[in-house]
């Protein structure tokens, strides 16, 4: 990173005249970026003290705007590419930070006293300098462009000094004082939230307010809450939203003869899990002579939420629903979530649906979209789906119409039949086991399974893509909204062959595509132990789906365009390609989503999406800490999941709950801990002891009590 010189001479004339703003900024891009007041005061001629305070006003104003730096007696001009860096800010448990920026430059390191002035996700400015002692680049946070915390969870407690502090968690934050007047009874230990008071440049103060005493983290809504608070989630609703809430009614009769095609006929089922509450899809399926027409009904929500209004705006702002262990946050009011929109049995509602034909080989030939109106005929779950696909056909009849069971055998043939191309394009087989969370009545982990995917599971998905393909094929390109997943680097997926060879599994020629040789290592541990172990290092090889207007492709799924259109009650991506795809099946003008650009959509809907899976991460994170908390002194058989210069993270396979196992306690010596590598590798199966866990830091930590695997009950 090159720092901006600084020129010797300024060639700009001398004017008595009061600065504007452009000649402030024009004199210090001619003094190559800094100047001291006195120097500006010197050139314009600023011998009145009106003047003086005149021209102080507008240095203000220049900074307020972000354009330059104000430190003590010196201005310094803000120039991309120069001085100066934008950036996301990435904190780490030791106090220092990083500003992680978007254009290629390497992070910049932002030491203990610079990290103390922002918060983990911040976006801010910063100005570079250079270490004298070792030529190093450090950089100096100027302003918070965009704040991420402005409510922050942790502990009030003793710090190492001895002194009552609050203690953040999560925001890479240290220690702060609480002010004095919003404290009241605090008891050593006691969990709050608190408001973070930051100054004009929305710099982090070290003094926070007490904004509300939360419970003890092993209470119901506890992690969430603080997971929800961590990664900015919004709950609740506007008095303006509830009250455009209320004035939606059901649709009018007339509604139909318009535009939609009156489909209450045809016994649509909605299939989904058994605590679901928006049912957004409903499937129907019918074979004839080619292979099968099958239609795919999603929720009009577009109908009800139109661009531009309350509804609209604070849909985008929320991006989707936030799905945690135990409840929701839904991006739309339940009113719409789940009633007018949400397609309930026997219930009459409108949806865009999607009648494709599709041959005996899976592939698509055709498609239609259309407005239209249904009456789901079922309310089914996975669970009772996959009952009558196991020989359950005949004792189901007894309770269910023969046309909806009709519907679910046409339903598994068309599966059959997708899932055969899906082969033979060789998309990643990621079928592996699903971790499934039993809960107690206070919301805490009673056990944690691993379960097998479903077929009753993989039908739904496999016409959920089908419906996905086509509405990606029938948008114009220059406006749709695509679901875009890149291709892996080849360095992560050499990585990927050489970490599983460690393994002892048979690794593909040099000369196998990325996806081939994905698919040859899932093969040969679809009956191995560590099959969940090899499908996350498969995941953690791949690149990040996101949503984009130009790259149309999807790598996992080997398909040359994709995007989301299945689920607009609880994503926004899906709600505009509605639009779009409505616009287009009423050949209706240019669309014009209020202002909001489909890159910015796309911008807003990726960044939410990153947002929502760091929450419902941190959420089960805690809480299968609080599981573990309460298995200490428990034996487990485990598979090393990495190893570290002081240590390895194991993995459980009854539950895939990792720990970390610290070398210096596990070994007497540095002699022992040197032998590592001939100690544990990578994939090696072990038998270890819940040893410790730190549930508010989401930590837990194991001993190490074979490196044999044993062949028995896990015990105490």
Known sequence: IKLMSRRKKSTVKISTKLPTKKSILDFLSEKGGICDKVEIVKQFGLSERRERKECEKKISSLENKGLIQVEESKIYLIQKGGDFLEGRISTHPRGFAFLVTEEGVPDVFLPPREARKVLNGDR??????NQKKNDRVYGRVVKVLEIRHRVIIGRYETDEFGRLAFIPVGVGKGPMRLRQSSRGKLIDGQLLSVKVLRDSNGLVSSIAKVQEK????????????I??????????????????????????????????KDLRSLPFITVDGKDAK??????????????YSLFVAIADVSFYVKPGSGFDEEAFERGNSVYFSQSVIPMLPEKLSNDLCSLLPCEDRLVLVVRMEINKKGQLQEFEFSEAVINSKKRLTYDEVQFIYDDGLDRAKANIPNTVLENLVNLKEVYLALAHARRERKSLNLDGPEIRYDFD?????????????????????????AANVAAARFVDESEMLYRHHPEPDPDKIEELRQEAKRMGFGTSPALDDSVTLCNRLLKQAEKRKERL?????????????????????HFGLSLPHYTHFTSPIRRYSDLIVHRLIKKKVRNSGPYDEAGQSSESVAIQCSSCERRTEEATREEMAYLR??????????????????????????QILSNAVEGFIPLEKQFANDADIKKLPNILSLGQHIVIEVDVVDVLARKIFFKLVSREPVEKKEQR
């Open 278 to 291: 928006d049912f957004d899809d409903a499937v129907y399926a019918e074979e004839n002579d080619e292979g």
């Open 625 to 650: 800490c609080e599981f573990m908390s309460r298995q200490i002194g428990f034996i487990h058989s485990a598979i090393v999941v990495s190893v570290m210069d002081s240590g390895v993270y194991a």
């Open 124 to 129: 801010a400015l910063i100005r570079l300098f």
């Open 227 to 260: 997971a929800m608070v961590n990664n900015g989630i919004r709950d609740g609703w506007s008095e303006e939203i509830r009250r455009e809430a209320l004035e939606f009614d059901r649709w009018d009769q007339k509604e139909i003869s318009v535009y939609r």
């Open 441 to 465: 009545e206070g919301n805490r982990i009673a056990s944690i399974q691993l379960v097998p995917r479903m077929d009753s599971q993989k039908v739904i998905e496999e016409c959920m893509i």
């Open 214 to 225: 939360l419970g003890d983290l092993s209470e119901k809504g506890i992690p969430q809450k």
């Open 533 to 553: 172990f090899l499908e996350s290092l498969v995941m953690r090889a791949q690149k990040l789906a996101s949503y984009s207007t130009s790259e149309k492709s």
